[in-house]
Protein backbone atom coordinates (compact mmCIF):
# COMPACT_ATOMS: atom_id res chain seq x y z
CA UNK A 1 0.00 0.00 0.00
CA UNK A 2 1.21 3.39 -0.99
CA UNK A 3 1.60 6.06 1.73
CA UNK A 4 0.21 8.61 0.63
CA UNK A 5 -2.77 7.74 -1.92
CA UNK A 6 -4.33 10.32 -4.67
CA UNK A 7 -7.64 9.68 -7.19
CA UNK A 8 -5.48 10.51 -10.13
CA UNK A 9 -8.76 11.85 -12.46
CA UNK A 10 -8.81 13.35 -14.08
CA UNK A 11 -11.55 16.09 -12.89
CA UNK A 12 -12.86 18.05 -15.53
CA UNK A 13 -14.56 21.76 -14.09
CA UNK A 14 -16.53 24.11 -15.87
CA UNK A 15 -14.62 27.63 -14.90
CA UNK A 16 -16.00 29.62 -12.35
CA UNK A 17 -17.35 26.14 -10.49
CA UNK A 18 -16.01 24.27 -7.41
CA UNK A 19 -13.93 21.21 -6.97
CA UNK A 20 -12.67 19.04 -3.90
CA UNK A 21 -11.00 16.23 -3.77
CA UNK A 22 -9.11 14.15 -1.05
CA UNK A 23 -5.70 12.32 -0.47
CA UNK A 24 -5.19 9.41 2.52
CA UNK A 25 -2.05 8.79 4.20
CA UNK A 26 -1.10 5.73 6.19
CA UNK A 27 1.20 7.28 8.42
CA UNK A 28 -0.53 8.20 11.74
CA UNK A 29 2.82 9.89 13.07
CA UNK A 30 2.79 12.11 10.27
CA UNK A 31 2.71 15.94 11.26
CA UNK A 32 3.45 18.00 8.49
CA UNK A 33 0.87 18.08 4.74
CA UNK A 34 1.10 19.89 2.07
CA UNK A 35 -0.33 20.49 -1.33
CA UNK A 36 1.96 21.09 -4.41
CA UNK A 37 1.10 22.08 -7.58
CA UNK A 38 2.69 20.81 -10.76
CA UNK A 39 2.23 21.67 -14.20
CA UNK A 40 2.77 19.82 -17.62
CA UNK A 41 6.26 18.82 -17.68
CA UNK A 42 7.61 21.81 -14.97
CA UNK A 43 8.91 21.40 -11.24
CA UNK A 44 6.22 20.81 -8.75
CA UNK A 45 6.08 24.28 -6.47
CA UNK A 46 4.18 24.27 -2.92
CA UNK A 47 0.58 25.55 -3.57
CA UNK A 48 0.01 25.11 0.34
CA UNK A 49 0.84 24.12 4.16
CA UNK A 50 -2.09 22.35 5.46
CA UNK A 51 -2.60 23.26 9.64
CA UNK A 52 -4.74 21.15 11.82
CA UNK A 53 -7.35 23.71 11.96
CA UNK A 54 -7.70 24.41 8.46
CA UNK A 55 -6.47 26.87 6.34
CA UNK A 56 -7.52 28.94 3.26
CA UNK A 57 -5.28 30.92 0.80
CA UNK A 58 -7.56 33.00 -1.31
CA UNK A 59 -10.05 30.34 -3.52
CA UNK A 60 -8.01 27.40 -2.43
CA UNK A 61 -8.87 25.93 1.49
CA UNK A 62 -7.21 22.73 3.07
CA UNK A 63 -8.03 20.46 5.49
CA UNK A 64 -6.75 18.21 7.61
CA UNK A 65 -8.91 15.15 9.42
CA UNK A 66 -6.13 13.22 11.08
CA UNK A 67 -8.59 10.47 12.71
CA UNK A 68 -9.58 9.48 8.86
CA UNK A 69 -5.64 10.68 8.15
CA UNK A 70 -6.83 12.28 5.07
CA UNK A 71 -6.32 16.05 3.68
CA UNK A 72 -8.48 17.25 1.13
CA UNK A 73 -8.10 20.79 -1.31
CA UNK A 74 -10.89 22.85 -2.35
CA UNK A 75 -11.15 25.46 -5.75
CA UNK A 76 -13.38 27.71 -5.69
CA UNK A 77 -14.30 29.72 -8.53
CA UNK A 78 -12.31 27.67 -10.54
CA UNK A 79 -10.17 29.78 -13.25
CA UNK A 80 -8.55 27.91 -16.47
CA UNK A 81 -4.68 28.38 -15.08
CA UNK A 82 -6.15 26.02 -11.93
CA UNK A 83 -5.49 23.48 -14.80
CA UNK A 84 -2.73 21.54 -12.98
CA UNK A 85 -1.95 18.12 -11.44
CA UNK A 86 -1.99 18.58 -7.68
CA UNK A 87 0.38 16.75 -5.10
CA UNK A 88 -0.69 15.84 -1.78
CA UNK A 89 2.77 15.47 0.04
CA UNK A 90 3.19 14.31 3.80
CA UNK A 91 6.19 14.57 6.21
CA UNK A 92 6.58 10.67 6.71
CA UNK A 93 9.31 9.89 9.71
CA UNK A 94 11.24 13.10 8.15
CA UNK A 95 10.80 12.30 5.05
CA UNK A 96 8.53 14.18 2.39
CA UNK A 97 5.97 11.48 0.34
CA UNK A 98 4.63 12.27 -2.55
CA UNK A 99 1.43 11.34 -3.86
CA UNK A 100 1.41 10.68 -8.00
CA UNK A 101 -0.93 13.48 -7.90
CA UNK A 102 -4.66 14.50 -9.35
CA UNK A 103 -5.30 15.79 -12.39
CA UNK A 104 -7.48 19.01 -12.67
CA UNK A 105 -8.30 20.25 -15.98
CA UNK A 106 -10.06 23.56 -16.09
CA UNK A 107 -12.80 24.22 -19.05
CA UNK A 108 -14.12 27.12 -20.67
CA UNK B 1 11.31 32.35 -6.92
CA UNK B 2 13.27 29.14 -5.72
CA UNK B 3 17.14 29.68 -6.27
CA UNK B 4 17.61 26.19 -7.13
CA UNK B 5 19.16 25.22 -10.69
CA UNK B 6 20.07 22.62 -12.92
CA UNK B 7 22.36 21.88 -15.92
CA UNK B 8 21.84 20.74 -18.31
CA UNK B 9 17.93 21.41 -19.19
CA UNK B 10 17.94 18.77 -21.87
CA UNK B 11 20.16 15.95 -22.97
CA UNK B 12 20.22 13.63 -25.28
CA UNK B 13 22.92 11.00 -24.97
CA UNK B 14 24.28 7.64 -26.31
CA UNK B 15 24.17 4.07 -24.52
CA UNK B 16 27.50 3.32 -22.62
CA UNK B 17 28.04 7.62 -21.55
CA UNK B 18 29.05 8.45 -18.47
CA UNK B 19 26.97 11.56 -17.32
CA UNK B 20 26.67 14.26 -14.09
CA UNK B 21 23.69 16.11 -13.99
CA UNK B 22 24.41 19.25 -11.87
CA UNK B 23 22.31 21.29 -9.33
CA UNK B 24 22.96 24.08 -7.12
CA UNK B 25 21.04 26.08 -4.48
CA UNK B 26 21.96 29.41 -3.22
CA UNK B 27 19.63 29.50 -0.30
CA UNK B 28 22.05 27.72 2.18
CA UNK B 29 19.81 24.94 2.45
CA UNK B 30 21.14 21.48 4.52
CA UNK B 31 19.11 18.84 2.80
CA UNK B 32 18.94 18.67 -0.71
CA UNK B 33 17.36 15.61 -3.12
CA UNK B 34 16.92 13.90 -6.14
CA UNK B 35 14.06 12.81 -7.69
CA UNK B 36 13.11 10.77 -10.67
CA UNK B 37 9.51 11.58 -12.31
CA UNK B 38 8.28 9.69 -15.84
CA UNK B 39 5.78 11.63 -17.69
CA UNK B 40 2.50 11.80 -15.67
CA UNK B 41 3.50 9.47 -13.09
CA UNK B 42 5.04 10.07 -9.04
CA UNK B 43 8.34 11.37 -8.01
CA UNK B 44 10.55 9.21 -6.55
CA UNK B 45 13.05 10.01 -4.20
CA UNK B 46 16.40 8.14 -5.19
CA UNK B 47 19.17 10.49 -3.43
CA UNK B 48 19.28 12.84 -0.02
CA UNK B 49 21.81 14.44 1.67
CA UNK B 50 21.29 16.11 5.23
CA UNK B 51 24.57 17.96 4.59
CA UNK B 52 28.41 18.00 3.41
CA UNK B 53 29.59 14.52 3.27
CA UNK B 54 25.90 13.43 4.28
CA UNK B 55 24.35 11.43 1.03
CA UNK B 56 21.42 8.79 1.49
CA UNK B 57 19.86 6.13 -1.34
CA UNK B 58 16.01 6.87 -1.50
CA UNK B 59 13.36 4.94 -1.68
CA UNK B 60 13.72 4.02 -5.77
CA UNK B 61 16.92 1.75 -5.94
CA UNK B 62 19.03 3.65 -8.55
CA UNK B 63 21.77 3.14 -10.58
CA UNK B 64 23.20 6.89 -10.32
CA UNK B 65 25.88 8.41 -7.32
CA UNK B 66 25.71 11.73 -5.68
CA UNK B 67 28.33 13.55 -3.66
CA UNK B 68 28.14 16.32 -1.71
CA UNK B 69 31.38 18.22 -0.85
CA UNK B 70 29.87 22.09 -0.75
CA UNK B 71 26.60 22.66 0.64
CA UNK B 72 25.10 24.34 -2.20
CA UNK B 73 26.70 21.70 -4.91
CA UNK B 74 24.36 18.32 -5.13
CA UNK B 75 25.58 16.79 -8.38
CA UNK B 76 23.86 13.26 -9.85
CA UNK B 77 26.11 11.14 -11.99
CA UNK B 78 25.60 7.93 -14.12
CA UNK B 79 28.27 6.17 -14.55
CA UNK B 80 27.09 4.31 -18.00
CA UNK B 81 23.60 5.68 -19.55
CA UNK B 82 21.17 3.02 -20.51
CA UNK B 83 17.86 3.83 -22.13
CA UNK B 84 16.15 2.60 -18.74
CA UNK B 85 17.98 5.71 -17.61
CA UNK B 86 15.26 7.78 -19.41
CA UNK B 87 13.14 10.24 -17.47
CA UNK B 88 13.43 13.73 -15.66
CA UNK B 89 15.47 14.59 -12.59
CA UNK B 90 14.49 16.84 -10.23
CA UNK B 91 17.01 18.52 -7.82
CA UNK B 92 15.07 19.71 -4.34
CA UNK B 93 16.22 21.72 -1.26
CA UNK B 94 14.95 22.57 2.03
CA UNK B 95 16.24 23.73 5.15
CA UNK B 96 15.56 22.37 8.77
CA UNK B 97 13.05 24.69 10.83
CA UNK B 98 10.70 24.20 14.01
CA UNK B 99 11.64 20.17 14.11
CA UNK B 100 10.83 19.21 10.56
CA UNK B 101 12.41 19.91 7.30
CA UNK B 102 9.35 22.00 5.62
CA UNK B 103 8.94 23.00 1.76
CA UNK B 104 11.25 21.69 -0.63
CA UNK B 105 11.87 24.18 -3.63
CA UNK B 106 12.55 22.22 -6.69
CA UNK B 107 14.86 22.78 -9.28
CA UNK B 108 13.55 23.07 -12.95
CA UNK B 109 14.66 19.30 -14.00
CA UNK B 110 16.84 18.05 -16.41
CA UNK B 111 15.15 15.99 -18.89
CA UNK B 112 17.34 12.86 -19.88
CA UNK B 113 17.04 10.91 -22.83
CA UNK B 114 19.54 8.01 -23.62
CA UNK B 115 19.36 6.14 -27.01
Keep these: RKEVEQDPGPFNVPEGATVAFNCTYSNSASQSFFWYRQDCRKEPKL ?36 SATYLCVVDSWGKLQFGAGTQVVVTP | EADIYQTPRYLVIGTGKKITLECSQTMGHDK ?33 TVSRIRTEHFPLTLESARPSHTSQYLCASSEYRRGTYNEQFFGPGTRLTVL
Excluded at chain 1, 71 to 81: Q, T
Excluded at chain 2, 32 to 45: I, R, S
Design chain 2, 32 to 64: MYWYQQDPGMELHLIHYSYGVNSTEKGDLSSES
Design chain 1, 47 to 82: LMSVYSSGNEDGRFTAQLNRASQYISLLIRDSKLSD
